[in-house]
């Protein structure tokens, strides 16, 4: 069973607009949230996270929301650029203070000039 | 970013020889990762360790064993390389926060 899901593999968006990615959940215990972007042949680097005492984490043009009644975190990026194109992967973990994350399967963002 | 290398950065082997993938990290972090991606799959955990010497396993540990006899380097090892091992391996390390911080990956090309 995957305990965490990004229903959407791919996502192209115009530049300066919004990019909305969305990731859900199953495991009510997860207790922290996180989202990393990946370029090609690199490693992922950790973007943003939020813990679940709170709904919205705010990093620059980057905000995390989470709603934690619906089991759903969303990414938003904006204005978008070329470079936010990426594979971005949610990831939850903190489930009974395990040292693990579980990781969706990524969405690919398409920036358009 | 934790200071991360993985060693070799691209192998190919045949199938039934082994293989071993290191892991080197310099900012003493106690946790360390193992993962494989795959397309479709996303970032599936192989093994980990909470310490030297402690290692537990991953949801894709079968075919996969792992060594950390010093804090700075974590060895995953094929036993047995098989065609459904060909992946991009990416270590992780994690200090006392929950980000984990990746190294580049080694592309792994089993024939």
């Known amino acids: 069973d995957q305990q965490v899901k990004q229903n959407s593999p791919s996502l192209s968006v115009q530049e300066g607009r919004i990019s909305i990615l969305n990731c859900d959940y199953t495991n009510s215990m997860f207790d922290y949230f996180l989202w990393y972007k990946k370029y090609p042949a690199e490693g992922p680097t950790f973007l943003i996270s939020?813990?679940?005492?709170?709904d919205k984490n705010e990093d620059g043009r980057f905000t995390v929301f989470l709603n934690k009644s619906a089991k759903h975190l969303s990414l938003h990026i904006v204005p978008s650029q070329p470079g936010d194109s990426a594979v971005y992967f949610c990831?939850?973990?903190?489930?009974?203070?395990?040292?693990?994350?579980?990781f969706g399967q990524g969405t690919r963002l398409t920036i358009n000039p | 970013d934790a200071g991360i290398t993985q060693s070799p950065r691209h192998k190919v082997t045949e199938t039934g020889t082994p293989v071993t993938l290191r892991c080197h990290q310099t900012e003493n972090h106690r946790y360390m990762y193992w993962y494989r991606q795959d397309p479709g799959h996303g970032l599936r955990l192989i093994h980990y360790?909470?310490?030297?010497?402690?290692?537990d396993k991953g949801e894709v540990s079968d075919g996969y064993s792992v060594s950390r006899s010093k804090t700075e380097d974590f060895l995953l090892t094929l036993e047995s390389a098989t065609s459904s091992q060909t992946s991009v391996y990416f270590c992780a390390t994690r200090g006392t926060s929950y980000e984990q911080y990746f190294g580049p990956g080694t592309r792994l090309t089993v024939t």
């Open positions: 939020i813990s679940s005492i709170k």
């Open positions: 990831a939850s973990g903190g489930e009974q203070g395990a040292q693990k994350l579980v």
């Open positions: 360790s909470y310490g030297v010497k402690d290692t």
